[in-house]
């Protein structure tokens, strides 16, 4: 039998409608709560599951955010100093021997392709500047003491990366990747029609939906712009929480195009399904996604997906290009996004095949399995694979 470990779990904003490091957080703890006895770290919580205790870590430093993370990290080292037999960090921190790598290394991000002149330029700019200092210092206590932890990432991409900055984590370095719960069957008309009605949208037409939190990074500008060279019937549904500004850009953006009346801003969804259930297909030209959550959450509901290739997203290293979805060459090009979505308006054949190749896909990456993974990653470190926290 398993022996049930007292586990801290560490991530600052612990919210299911959060971005997909943080949905990643919430699926592994629903699903280990009840192996373990979970105990959440974090600032902001919007999340109830039975056997799980919640502990507040103060907010006193909003801004700036660098300032924020070292508190953080040493509020949450103070609290699972002792007590805990591992300690489970989703965020920059010093301290935890289980670390779930989510997002590029800083380091990677500001010295990736530079050298020469360009290089000492750079480093001149990180030296003047205490927030790139914060965030390297901390990142480099992370990866500097592996040989006490376990280093968790989120997509094979993600540990090429990460290994180019930081080689010292290559024996530490394991891949758990993100996951759907279940997979749902292809929504039937009455179905699409119903999600529709309740979110605001047109009856009928083909539905684009968009999901992320940051507009630019997640290429809205590009899909913005392929907008007016599909059929007229096309319209965009966009899910998510972004910055006012960009909010306004996009806008201004959609205005300028004529096609502001095709364009719906649905905000961020406590639950995702009615946007699924109302969609007919998903638009990710992401142009930096380790892996990109939500391609797989839109393939478990029967969706066929375009999604920027595997240069800058994750999960396109796994799928086949026009089997499991249209991959984009460059997020930037608005006209090959344009051409991808035409095939999905106008060639039902093609929707139907990416339609099975989702399910198919997206059954075999369950929250359920996965969990199971991390699972063992937690014994290994009781066994003794990484030094009890706080040593």
């Known amino acids: 039998m398993t022996r049930r470990m007292r586990i801290a779990v560490l991530c600052r904003h612990f919210c299911a409608t959060g971005g997909g490091a943080e949905r990643y957080a919430v699926a592994l703890v629903e699903h280990l709560a009840a192996l373990h006895d979970i105990h959440v770290f974090a600032q902001q919580i919007t999340h109830q599951w039975p056997g799980v205790t919640y502990h507040r870590v103060p907010h006193p430093f909003s801004r700036p955010r660098w300032v924020n993370q070292l508190w953080f990290a040493t509020a949450t080292w103070w609290a699972t100093r002792c007590g805990f037999d591992v300690v489970h960090s989703h965020e920059i921190t010093w301290h935890g021997q289980v670390q779930t790598v989510h997002v590029l290394p800083v380091k990677y991000k500001l010295f990736d392709g530079l050298a020469g002149l360009a290089r ?42 990460t290994l180019s900055v930081y080689p010292v984590c290559r024996d530490a370095l394991r891949v758990v990747l993100p996951g759907i719960e279940q997979v749902q069957p292809v929504a039937t008309p009455a179905q699409k029609s119903s999600a529709r009605q309740v979110l605001g949208l047109p009856a009928g037409g083909h539905c684009v939906l968009w999901v992320g939190h940051d507009y630019l990074r997640k290429g809205l500008d590009t899909l913005i712009d392929a907008l007016p060279l599909l059929p007229d019937n096309t319209y965009l549904a966009l899910v ?14 959609a205005a300028r195009l004529g096609v502001l009346q095709r364009v719906y801003f649905l905000g961020a969804l406590q639950d995702m399904t009615a946007a699924y259930t109302a969609a007919d297909c998903l638009a990710h030209p992401t142009r930096e996604d380790t892996f990109a959550m939500v391609v797989l959450e839109a393939m478990a509901h029967g969706l066929p997906v375009v999604v920027s290739c595997d240069k800058f997203c994750g999960i396109a290293g796994l799928l086949q290009h026009g089997r499991d979805a249209l991959l984009l060459s460059n997020p930037l090009d608005a006209d090959e996004l344009a051409r991808a979505l035409r095939q999905l308006v106008l060639d039902p054949d093609r929707v139907r095949s990416l339609q099975q190749a989702s399910m198919a896909f997206a059954s075999a990456h369950r929250w359920a399995d996965l969990a199971q993974q991390q699972a063992q990653i937690y014994r290994d470190v009781a066994a003794g694979s990484a030094a009890p926290p706080g040593r």
């Open 120 to 161: 000492v330029m750079r480093w001149a700019r990180v030296l003047t500047s205490p927030r790139l200092l914060a965030y390297l210092c901390l990142e480099h206590l992370r990866f500097a003491s592996v040989t006490r932890r376990i280093m968790v990432a989120t997509s094979q991409q993600l540990v090429a990366q």
């Open 240 to 253: 998510g929480a972004g910055q006012p500004v960009q909010l306004l850009a996009c806008k201004q953006q």
